[in-house]
């Protein structure tokens, strides 16, 4: 009956330290540390929270730059994966619906980047690469009116480069492009 006592006195010690203790400790440091990362590095406007930087939304104006496909339908809850084998005919065919639905709604795309029309393991990838930026700019650009050069510029000045110079790939934040975007084109 001792060793259960003592079982449960080590069993309620840990639960204190890891389940309370360690949370309230390292949340306080990445508050002080961090305050905007902690706090899911969210984007406002006008004091209204429109998003976070690190999650993709859906943009469905032809006058906005558009994320990568969501299984999820971009809705944080539901991280999910499509688990279609790249072999697969399903994936095949659904590829080949996205390249015509982006070929519609870009006439002038003659290269097709692979994240326009592949989804994110998550579903959720806010980046896009800057091919995938840039191979919609002339839709961009016949819709608002704003110069293709002027949109790549655009671009290449939100272009992130791969951190710590060896690890991921330029990319482009698809929110932080629409904000840019929407200051200078009213919608």
Known sequence: MKSV???LRVSLFFMIVC???YP???TGVAQVLFPKQ???SLIESNG???GSELLAQSFESPKLFHPRASTANYDPKASVG????VASSDYAAAIAEKIDALKQENPALTEIPADLVTMSGSGFDPDVSPEAAKAQVPR???ETGIAE???NDLVDQLTKARQLGVFGEPRVNVMALNIELLKQVKL
């Open 38 to 40: 902690a706090d899911g």
């Open 82 to 85: 499509s688990n279609m084998a």
């Open 149 to 151: 050069n002027k949109l």
């Open 5 to 7: 006592f003592i079982a």
């Open 24 to 26: 309230l400790a390292t």
């Open 48 to 50: 209204t929270v429109i």
């Open 140 to 142: 961009i650009s016949k």
């Open 19 to 21: 389940g309370l203790i």
